[in-house]
């Protein structure tokens, strides 16, 4: 069984529509969860990180955290074709780790 | 412009023929890591570098060397590669130095996308 496990998708949802991204893991020592973006033909680049259980809200990107079910989510309210991407969940046990565990990506497209 | 260089972005070749693939940053970061994405796995980490000098093995280091002999570059060194190192390569840098409490945040380049035949 992977540490990480994401649903590879590809997901396909209308303009506007909010979209949900999700993550489970097995090892209740990370405690620091991060989701990447990455666009076809480029490097992931960091778009959300968050600590321990809750949300975290960055404009239209809203980061949810369960701990106790081993969950994390990302939520894309009106979604944007230029949000058309790979999104990778990834977590670690604490911020300094070397080791970050990342999700086999989830991949996003949005149809204008 | 802060960014982590590799080249080349795209590289075919034979089994068997050694290769480099070059990495560099220019964000001053100690940490430096490689990776390879393939289909249904996800980003795998190959070698990673706190410091100059130091490196260590991640979740897949069967076949690839590394060095870090300036803080700047890490380059990825395939001595002998074969058709099961075809994947996509990334390079990353983060500020982590270890004994501290930043957070690893890792920036990355756009990839080198190998192909061995």
């Known amino acids: 069984q992977k540490e990480v496990e994401q649903d590879p998708g590809p997901l396909s949802v209308p303009e506007g529509a909010i979209v949900s991204l999700n993550c489970t893991y097995s090892n209740s020592a990370f405690q620091y969860f991060m989701w990447y973006r990455q666009y076809s033909r480029k490097g992931p680049e960091l778009l959300m990180y968050t600590y321990s259980s809750g949300n975290k809200e960055d404009g239209r990107f809203t980061a949810q955290v369960d701990k106790s079910s081993k969950y994390i989510s990302l939520f894309i309210r009106d979604s944007q074709p230029s949000d058309s991407a790979t999104y990778l969940c990834?977590?670690?046990?604490?911020?300094?780790?070397?080791?970050?565990?990342f999700g086999s990506g989830t991949r996003l497209s949005i149809r204008p | 412009e802060a960014q982590v260089t590799q080249n080349p972005r795209y590289l075919i070749t034979v089994t068997g023929k050694k290769l480099t693939v070059t990495c560099s940053q220019n964000m001053n970061h100690e940490y430096m890591s490689w990776y390879r994405q393939d289909p249904g796995l996800g980003l795998r980490q190959i070698y990673y570098?706190?410091?100059?000098?130091?490196?260590d093995k991640g979740d897949v280091p069967e076949g690839y060397k590394v060095s870090r002999k300036e803080k700047r570059n890490f380059p990825l060194i395939l001595e002998s590669p074969s058709p099961n190192q075809t994947s996509l390569y990334f390079c990353?840098?983060?500020?982590?130095?270890?004994?501290?409490?930043?957070?690893?945040?890792?920036?990355f380049g756009a990839g080198t996308r190998l192909s061995v035949l």
């Open positions: 570098s706190m410091n100059v000098e130091v490196t």
């Open positions: 990834a977590m670690t046990p604490y911020s300094s780790a070397s080791k970050i565990i």
């Open positions: 990353a840098s983060s500020l982590i130095t270890g004994t501290g409490n930043q957070k690893n945040i890792q920036y």
